[in-house]
């Protein structure tokens, strides 16, 4: 079973330039998670997906940060304008859905602001 | 709201010694779930162990075990026979109904020849 794929790995921008980044989530999984690694912390968690609606994006930054999940299967980060505390690592999970708890996550994506 | 905090930042431990990560939680849930989770250099986050809040018997997988403490809040990770590859960060998280994670803040595990 293929794992869950996020491109790219890496990437540098410039502050006030946009980026986006994909996410494929393992086949049949139903509920797709995007979180922000900053450097030394925890993963936070910034939008929740079930199937291709948006269970919870209450720690999203909306002013800057959007998220789709087009049928229900893939789904890309943007951020426009990025700023220099958005270098982090994103990280993508998926869950197969109902009364699962385990996520599965992608090897991230490393995002550079300078 | 869920809350985890790990207190130990940096360990280290002799290979095929052991060792135990530190963790502690709080939730206003009655059913959850625990889980350790490996980061190495690589990034991929890769999962360890998991418990389930309303089993009273500790998970065990492999050379990983945990000492679930429910009434006090506590869930330690327990590394037998430590290896090379083991080195990487360690992160706890707890999942309630939701279904969303909390994580801690990571302990760095470093494994010594």
């Known amino acids: 079973e293929a794992g869950v794929a996020q491109s790219p790995r890496y990437k540098i921008i410039e502050k006030r330039q946009s980026v986006a980044f994909w996410c494929n989530p393992i086949?049949?999984?139903?509920?797709l998670y995007w979180y922000q690694q900053i450097l030394g912390q925890g993963p936070k968690l910034l939008i929740q997906?079930?199937?291709?609606?948006?269970?919870?994006d209450s720690q999203l930054p909306k002013d800057r940060f959007s998220a789709e999940r087009l049928k229900g299967v893939d789904s890309t980060l943007k951020i426009q304008p990025a700023k220099l505390e958005d270098s982090a690592v994103y990280l993508c999970?998926?869950?197969?859905?109902?009364?699962?708890?385990?996520?599965?996550f992608g090897p991230g994506t490393r995002l550079t602001v300078t | 709201a869920q809350t985890v905090t790990q207190s130990q930042p940096e360990m280290s431990v002799q290979e095929a010694e052991t060792v135990t990560l530190s963790c502690t939680y709080d939730?206003?849930?009655?059913?959850?779930?625990l889980f350790w989770y490996k980061q190495p250099p690589s990034r991929q986050m890769i999962l360890v162990i998991r418990?389930?809040?309303?089993?009273?018997q500790n998970a065990t997988e492999n050379r990983f075990s945990v000492n679930f403490q429910k009434a006090a809040k506590s869930f330690s990770l327990k590394i037998s026979d430590s290896q090379l590859g083991d080195t990487a960060m360690y992160f706890c998280?707890?999942?309630?109904?939701?279904?969303?994670?909390?994580f801690g803040s990571g302990t760095q595990l470093t494994v010594l020849p």
């Open positions: 999970a998926s869950r197969s859905g109902g009364l699962v708890y385990e996520q599965y």
């Open positions: 086949s049949g999984h139903a509920t």
């Open positions: 997906f079930q199937n291709n609606g948006v269970v919870d």
């Open positions: 939730t206003s849930e009655n059913n959850y779930y």
């Open positions: 418990q389930e809040a309303y089993k009273q």
């Open positions: 998280a707890t999942s309630g109904s939701a279904r969303q994670l909390t």
